[in-house]
């Protein structure tokens, strides 16, 4: 047998060096080094970005298109879209990302001392927080990049890699068990002793199949619907986690379709399920998801909002990491930018997109359908290296009109007048950065007075630990049983709605 030649890569600032055979995709190395792909890893997206320090790479005609259409030099290569043919050193972009947690306190049992664990299984990003139950205090916070996020940013790419192979949909459970396990045991090494009696984890319907291992193939056609939304329960021996088998470990039920256990705890948390008053909460994500409705009905949808929000097929586009421009203004003939953590700017979050659409449609930049006006080309550079194109307006405006269509019909459904609203609750990756005053002008929810708006940085989390005080889920069947899902996909002015939305307010 040939043996292949190798290459080695050193990777910095890891201060990681790997080897690999010539011919290798710099893809297929990088899969364990925290790098996103979010497109998993086809060439589509053009974000997996990593700069050149020494060595040569050979780059293709899509290649060195899609690093222009980013605007970066030639120092830059795609790693999805690199093989290795000699030794390289390159450099990954680094940056603390901003995971949005939840240090609100519960209510404590008084009783004898105990512990739990309330665990939101994101997407994008997994949070774990260690509770004493007898206090109600929160006693450590462990959160990560959820590391599925490897084999694509959003849940149908993780749909589409676990269908095509048995062995991918294994990998995608393995790579989420190991996670939340390692964050449990951080936990347990800042708090010694503090020995969970019960964990219980909240998560999207593509979550709870994948942590559970189930078959996603009924979530990737229509009517999207499983037959398995059941909370489902393991021993910790059954996960591979290092905590005696008296711990009972508790996946909640999903609600319908892709709306899952996050947002039935969202509803816990924001009180919607007691209100005598009609409320509407808003998970700003690339599903989309929301309830509105009071105690005595609740009506909850979906919609395909695409992963805008969060910065994700955005020419410019980052996660809400430090570095990332979350505020836009406009000054003095120039952009004023505010970024994550204060850093140098790096890419454009999803609030960053919102911030910068609307301080374009403010000073005239753009008009109400998105085109740009007078000698305005199209591209609008930010700061040093970031630039907002008319494509990422325009993947703006879809996703605003998506989530925009889903309220429109969702209180059409419900026969709940806008004005009726006494409070909107919205969370999501936006988190603490969103606002409101902005993403009102751009057409969301225009007519409900900011005062009634209130952001809860991760209503999963604390709707979660709201879960934690009892050990019967009957409060949960109470919520499922006043909850009517509308199906938006086949609705006949889905069409209609999305038309009338994807412009801006015009004046």
């Not at 990681?16 to 364990?32: C, F, H, I, M, W």
């Not at 291992?213 to 939304?229: E, H, K, T």
Request: with cysteine; net charge negative.
């Amino acid at each position: 047998m040939v043996k292949m030649k190798q290459c080695l890569l050193h990777i910095e600032p890891l201060g990681v060096t790997l080897s690999a055979d010539r011919g290798t995709s710099l893809y297929e190395v990088l899969k364990n080094c925290h790098l996103e792909f979010p497109c998993g890893g086809k060439g589509l997206c053009g974000n997996c970005k990593v700069r050149i320090l020494s060595g040569q790479v050979e780059k293709t005609e899509v290649h060195r298109a899609f690093l222009e259409r980013k605007h970066l030099s030639s120092e830059w290569c795609l790693a999805c879209l690199t093989v290795l043919t000699e030794d390289l050193t390159i450099e990954i972009p680094e940056g603390a990302m901003d995971i949005q947690t939840d240090e609100s306190e519960i209510t404590g049992n008084g009783g004898k001392e105990e512990y739990a664990v309330a665990v939101d299984v994101g997407s994008t990003t997994v949070v774990s927080q260690l509770v004493a139950l007898h206090t109600g205090k929160v006693l450590a916070t462990c959160s990560g990049i959820n590391p599925q996020t490897t084999y694509g940013a959003d849940i149908i790419s993780r749909i589409a890699f676990a269908v095509s192979d048995k062995r991918q949909a294994a990998l995608l459970r393995d790579l989420l068990r190991e996670e939340i396990g390692k964050q449990i045991a951080q936990l347990l090494r800042e708090c010694p002793g503090c020995i969970p009696s019960r964990i219980r984890l909240v998560g999207n319907t593509v979550m709870h199949h994948l942590f559970a291992g189930y078959d996603v193939r009924p979530l990737s056609a229509a009517p999207f619907q499983s037959p398995l939304n059941d909370g489902y329960r393991y021993l910790p021996s059954e996960l591979g986690w290092d905590l005696p088998d008296r711990c009972s470990v508790e996946f909640l039920p999903n609600i319908s379709h892709f709306i899952g256990s996050d947002i039935l705890a969202g509803i816990k948390a924001c009180g919607m399920a007691d209100s005598d008053e009609y409320v509407l909460l808003i998970d700003l994500g690339t599903n989309g998801e929301m309830v509105a409705g009071n105690r005595q009905k609740l009506w909850c949808t979906s919609t395909a909002a695409g992963p805008a929000f969060e910065g994700i097929n955005i020419s410019c586009g980052m996660r809400a990491s430090d570095g990332a421009i979350s505020g836009v203004e406009f000054e003095d003939g120039k952009f004023v930018v505010t970024t994550i953590g204060g850093e140098p700017p790096k890419g454009l979050c999803g609030s960053g997109l919102v911030e910068a659409v609307d301080c374009l449609l403010q000073q005239g930049f753009i008009d109400f359908t998105g085109m740009t006006t007078g000698e305005n080309t199209g591209d609008f550079q930010l700061a040093d290296g970031v630039f907002l194109t008319l494509a990422d307006i325009r993947e703006f405006q879809l996703a605003k009109a998506a989530i925009a269509t889903g309220i429109s019909f969702l209180l059409k459904y419900s026969g709940i007048r806008m004005e009726d609203l006494t409070r909107v609750y919205v969370t999501g990756g936006l988190g603490n950065h969103l606002n409101v005053d902005k993403i009102k002008r751009l057409g969301l929810l225009s007519q409900v007075p900011s005062d009634r708006f209130q952001v809860l940085p991760n209503a999963a989390l604390w709707g979660c630990k709201l879960s934690l005080t009892g050990q019967d889920t009957a409060g949960w069947k109470d919520i499922l049983q006043r909850l009517v899902y509308c199906p938006l996909e086949t609705a006949a002015e889905f069409q209609d709605f999305y038309c009338e939305h994807l412009f801006f307010p015009y004046e």
